[in-house]
């Protein structure tokens, strides 16, 4: 019964750590930007539902706040820093320090806002229901697999069979090409950082409203999506989507042989076997697509 318990919590987490990454992946495959600021979004979306939660303003608008918030940072974020970075020709380093360095100064922030212990959001759908004697399962985690398999297919339809999904898809190999069909590349690099933000905000209000949040957790965050997009295979969603399952799976199950503060080296010691033995990941090619 524990290993079942075990792994509907991993499918729970791994739902969770697949929105986030694909999330990660899509723009980091689209644009080439190291957005190591990704986890930053999450913690943004994370407080701006607890707080208007919180003040008594109801979940709905909580929802509404921290998609409009994620949203508006990642816009912002590629406006104002990375496009002027690449517009005089900095370097992929030049990025991800940018990135890093914004990552640091919203989690201060958001430290010095709400402070740097846990924060949880108490919603009637967090309190596990017994399904069987020793099974105790939240409807959060419905409700994450849920969100995760109706984000998924929506993405799925968007990029295979809508003009702007293709021109995502284009945009990372040769943005001429997108030019020449006169298309904008900073119009589809700003709806890579608006589509990959929006796949986020569910991760982030589930996760407050079952482990908690603090303003740290952003770096966490990053790093699974960053595992994740390397053992799915660099620039693949569909990789970095079973990647996010199997993280979180692995992570779970491994509460069956480790103590609890070894469950992450599980994690990144699947990313290392992947990186030695397959670096295209699960579903790359040596040359991402």
């Not at 998609?67 to 990375?82: C, H, Q, S």
Request: proline share 3%; net charge neutral; charged share 5%.
């Amino acid at each position: 019964m524990l290993a079942l318990q075990l792994m509907i919590t991993g499918l729970q987490t791994g739902a969770l750590y697949a929105l986030t990454a694909v999330g990660f992946s899509l723009i980091f495959g689209s644009t080439r930007i190291f957005h190591f600021a990704h986890g930053a979004t999450f913690i943004i979306a994370a407080y701006l539902f607890y707080f208007v939660n919180v003040s008594g303003f109801g979940v709905t608008l909580g929802v509404i706040a921290a998609t409009a918030g994620a949203i508006v940072f990642g816009l912002l974020l590629n406006r104002f820093v990375y496009v002027p970075i690449q517009r005089d020709e900095g370097s992929f380093f030049t990025v991800f320090v940018a990135s890093f360095g914004i990552g640091i100064v919203i989690q201060n922030v958001v430290g010095m806002i709400f402070g740097r212990g846990y924060v949880t959001v108490q919603t009637p759908l967090s309190f596990s229901v017994e399904l069987m004697d020793g099974l105790y399962v939240s409807p959060l985690a419905w409700i994450s697999m849920l969100c995760a398999a109706i984000f998924f297919g929506i993405l799925w339809c968007f990029l295979k069979y809508s003009n702007l999904g293709l021109s995502l898809r284009a945009l990372a190999d040769n943005p001429d090409l997108v030019r020449v069909f006169g298309l904008n590349p900073r119009f589809i690099s700003s709806c890579a950082f608006t589509i990959g933000s929006i796949l986020v905000v569910p991760a982030a209000i589930i996760s407050g409203a079952t482990t908690g949040l603090n303003p740290a957790m952003g770096h966490h965050v990053m790093l699974i999506s960053l595992a994740a997009t390397i053992v799915g295979g660099i620039g693949s969603v569909a990789g970095t989507l079973l990647a996010g399952l199997a993280l979180g799976l692995a992570e779970s199950l491994a509460l069956l042989y480790v103590d609890s503060q070894w469950t992450e080296a599980v994690t990144f010691a699947i990313l290392f076997l992947f990186i030695i033995v397959r670096p295209s990941g699960l579903l790359g090619r040596s040359a991402a697509h």
